[in-house]
């Protein structure tokens, strides 16, 4: 079992480094391919990792402690990597983790397969499949870390690619809003990482270990003092990448000058690290501590879910739209998560899944109708898409009713967990403020129905005549479908039978 | 002999050396000074080679090595001097400004 | 080929609907749960169940659907095959609405009826009013689905369980009880556009007119009767809810019958009068009383019937005429004009109105006397209050129902004996409109495929009354008649002198869609610019506010560069004493 | 008897250095420096090491204080007193000096305020030599390799340049 996570870690850093090393006349189709290949191997290779795992490994309830029988985990690989530090080279996945990494390498497959025949247009194919390849194994390394320094280490390998992929690849009309987009994405995630590498060096100063199976069977107690300030640090750190509110304004500009490719893996992958690493560090490691700021969380993320879809209401291009609705969702499970209840925790687990397939899927369609008409501006795009692109229409609107989760599709069981979560929090929690939050958060679904049905009605619907086609817009094509069926699908699977995440973490 | 009168002659040596290096204008004499300060350290080496008679007279070889070694200095050191005065003709060391950052234009 | 392959399904299934209720019929009432999966000590899954309620809705669902599909194949022919596809999800999203056991299997129903609505509502989306409409309609049911939801969460906490057979009100504790049936009644009212959320309802006039029929008729408004229905002993348990359900009930009909006497366009009309009907049953519901719960499902079952056909009726006008409009119809009466040639049509829709004004014989005022019965018997024998406001309401309800039917009948078919055809009643705001004579040679009557569905509505209508036995109270039988003639006379002499007063008020429908528009609308977008604002120029201030003093430090620096080799040098022994005096101070 | 010699010696030292720093000419200030150096030598020669105080006077005023004189040549500096003979810090560089010569006088004080040296005799040349060649012998050859650089940097840097 370990093999095949070993596998999975180090052949696509191995491939990308192969793809570098291979002559520059590789066509673009070729290196495509080759990426392609590779992430179908980590693809299987992730699926084959999904085998019943014993439910939830780290810490669920607040005061249900977590006991001696410690929930073994899968695919473990413990070897010493820096001993004077006593850092270790701990790898292991749970039911947590295999989800996410099951979804990295399907969005990176279908980034790979999307590139076989639309390629951005500037820069070479070759070195962004290669510059994929590194971010999905420092993610996956990322989701299946479990040392301290060992996630903080894959947490920053996944950074320096996506600058490139952004600065390199992004949109090639507008190069100066280019750069600044990709350098403040890099420079404030790389000020929230290096608050949390404080975070961490306090827990190791008051555990003694960065070994995250040791930190949850004996977590650092106490509500206030040191565990307080690593928990903040810890939190601010990953709330610039969940984003949260305060700290979310380098998601819209990244979006919107991030080659599609880019937008669907910042959106759907990199965004998860930070929940990842809310429910696998914050919550188990420092219980005490995540009490006492839990409804400051919850509170910022409420604000996250209003600031952002009201945001959203006001924007006139496509992907910021799309980037600030990824805000809003990722407010939702903020609080899922800052609720602390397992109906919460479930909501943020399965909200990140959902929102990762259909968030993708939404900005695969933004850059396909930003490719045809070279634009992502609502005006210049024009009206009446139904009349135009039947078929890219339609398929606009599924992903749009999902996002604003319609129940039957996968984004309605998330939300509605995490309201169930946010109406019964854990006890120690104030239940009045969360009911507020609860409340704050419904209406914010009915916001995010409306700036989700104003982009139908101001990019979809409209009167024909007035809306000519233009030139190069050729509907659907078979690339397309083939890259975006497994997506359509999943939406659909995920909506009628929750019960196949769900059953995951079942026995919490 | 009590072994702190030749370090504190050597301390006060040190410290007229480091005012004529830090205060005077010609460079020359900023060399001058120079040379006092490695005097007051030989004074040093030799008299704790004096105080501790190792038998070896290890302060005393480390003091001739001072020397020639002030000797090389002195000589580098008027080269420089030289060149200054040719470039500049003067050797005021607090006039030669060639080391300032000019003021480029932000980017 | 794609349109033709709806077509069938579209069809098919409906029919399969009614299939199922036929074979259902009888059965013993059972329930299966199945991929369920837990969640802390709540278990989130799917179940469905079946017992009369359910066999009941879904012949209702089955035949309204059936005539509709039937109806559309010829009323429409652009984008048929979505439009098809759509009313075939609704039918099922309605089926299972009607067939769930879990809350959650029952919201996702629900909420699929919603988008659907949505999604037909803007089949015209080249329209500007049908793009508005379909928003409006969207977001308002969103809105109280929001509460059904919270319902839901209160209500299954409390509980400990989803499942609807398994909602035991006794366990319940009363605060939480009335607390969760509050707000399923948020949902109610958003989905059957009661009071307080009912402006969807006429804006979603500009779809097809087979989707007002269905949807807007019969089967997702009626969806808030059903789930009353269904969790009626829930509901009964808790009084406040039944008041405040009452009082809901009673406004909205009066607030409806009075807009639908000033609407100028015969699908507002139905639209407004769809809603007071509705709030008739929901009063019926707010009694208490299982002779009540009888009596809303028993008009339920009616006024799907004849308000579908009013409806298709109103469809046929549209198709063959071109507009609803009064203004545009009345150019057709000229010697009957209209009446001779869509003769099936005249007659149906006759019908329709009759059952709809409640004149005996017809299903309407069978089922509405069943309800004012039950309203009568809750107030003589129980002697509440909630039963005489009922009673009340729903007799003055009556007249106005009586009224505006008759006032749409007479305009539409009927010329006015008045002085040249009393020009000044809806022409007002139109003033080229002299009556001349349209060319009414290209007035044809439908294809029979759209006139075999009305004559089966039609028949409905009439026969539904008698399907429930005939036991009817002679007292209130008269009285009703009585009501409706008060209601039919006035419209009759307005008619005759060609008059047709709307006061303003009504005619825009007591600005509460203004007043909406004011309240909400605005405020959001002025708050989308300021948070958009916001994120640009105060938070991004701050950010890039950091990255400049960064900047500024550095040139700051630089003036340390003077380039005197002694500063330097100064500098650098003056570290060296720092640096001894803090190692001797350390040591000590 | 040789504490008198040195105190003697040490303070026309201090005195012949305060005049080398402090003098408005430089010539005067390079010959004062030839009187600390031959008083320094002095204090070597109190304290016993006779062949330092030989070599201190043969390098030191013999070649250092000549070539310093062929510089003041060289750089045609003026013989009458200059008027801003030094620069606008000196007195933030007296006060400088001032606390470093607190700083390590108390330093020196405290550490060997009440060490004592035996007057024994160990600075004659041949003492000197077996240690240098000895034990020594390492960096005294370095030192010959660093006086060719120094050498060889000195006449590169002085080359005058062809075109001017």
Redesign the interface.
Known sequence: MNAILLGILALPLLAALALWALPIALGDRLAALYGAVVSGLVLVGSVLLWQRTEGWFAYSGVQQRLGDSMRPLAAVTDGPWIPPLGVRFHIGVDSISVPLIVLTALLTFLCCIYSLKITPRIGRMRSLIALLLVIEAGVIGAFSAMDLVLFFVCFEIVLIPMWLIIDIWGDDHDRAGRKRAATTFVLMTVFGSALMLLGFLLVYRQAGTFDLVQLTNSPVLGGHGVPLAAALLIAVGLAVKVPLWPLHIWLPDAHAKAPTVGSVILAGVLLKLGTYGLIRILVPVLPDATVTIAPYLAGFSTVAIIAGSLACLGQTDVKRLIAYSSVGHMGFIGLGIASLSEAGMQGALFANIAHGIITGLLFFLAGAIKDRHDTSDLRTIGRALYARLPRIGALLTFACLASLGLPGLAGFWGEMLILLGAYNPADSLPRATYLVFMVIAGLGTVLTAAYFLRLIRNLCQGDPADNPASAFAVDLSRIELITWSPLVVLTVLLGVWPGLLLAQWGNL | MPLVLPLLLAVVLFCLGVYGVLARRNAVTILMSLELMLNAVNLNLVAFDAWHLDGLATGQTLAVFVITLAAAEIGLGLAIVLLLFRGHGHVDADAARDLVEHEESPT | MIATVWRVAGVGFSLLLILIAGLLYGVAPEQTSFLNSSVGDLTIGFAVRTDDLTVLLLAVVGVVATCVQVYSLSYLHERAASYHALVTLFTAAMATVVVADSLFLLLIGWEVMGACSYLLISHYWERRDARSGAVKAFLMTRLGDVGFLFGIFVLGVGAGTFRISELDPAQISPGVLTAGTLLLLVGVVGKSAQVPLQTWLPDAMPGPSPVSALIHAATMVAAGVFLIARLYDVFSASATTMTVLAVIACVTMLFAALCAMAAVEVKRVLAWSTVSQLAIMFSALSLGTQEGRHAALFHLVTHAAFKGLLFLCAGVLLHQVGSAAFVVLRRYTRRGKLRKTLRVTFVTMTIGLAALAGVPGFAGFFSKDTVLEAAWEHAHKDGSAIGWVVLASVGLTAAFTAFYCARLWLWVFFRTPALAGAMGAFEQDDPMADLEDPDTSKLKEAPWLMLGPLVLLAVAAIGLGYVDGLHLNWVIALGSTVLVLFGVLPAYSLWSRGADPRPVVLEREFGMDRAYHGLFVVPVRWLSKLSVLGDRDVIGAYVRAVGRSGTLASQGFRLLQTGNVQTYLTGAVVGVVALAILAGVIAR | M??AL??VA?AV??AA??M??TSRR?VH??LW?VV??GA?AG??G????E??AL??IL??VG??VV??L???M??K?PTNP?P???????P???A??????L???SG??FA?????????P??SAE??GT??FK??VL??EI?SV??L???I??IA??QRKKED
Not at chain 4, 46 to 49: C, D, F, N
Not at chain 4, 84 to 90: P, Q
């Open positions: 040789t504490t040195f105190a040490g030292a201090v250095a305060v080398v720093v430089i200030a390079a420096l600390t150096l320094v204090c070597f109190a304290l016993h090491a062949f330092v070599v201190q390098v030191y070649a250092i070539l310093v062929f510089a003041l060289l750089t500096a200059l801003n003979l030094t620069t606008a810090r000196s933030f560089a007296a400088v000096a001032v606390v470093l010569a700083l390590l006088g020196v004080v060997f305020g009440n060490q004592k040296i035996q007057p024994v160990a600075g003492t000197i240690s240098i034990t020594w960096p005294f030192l660093l006086l650089a120094a050498l940097g000195a840097l002085s």
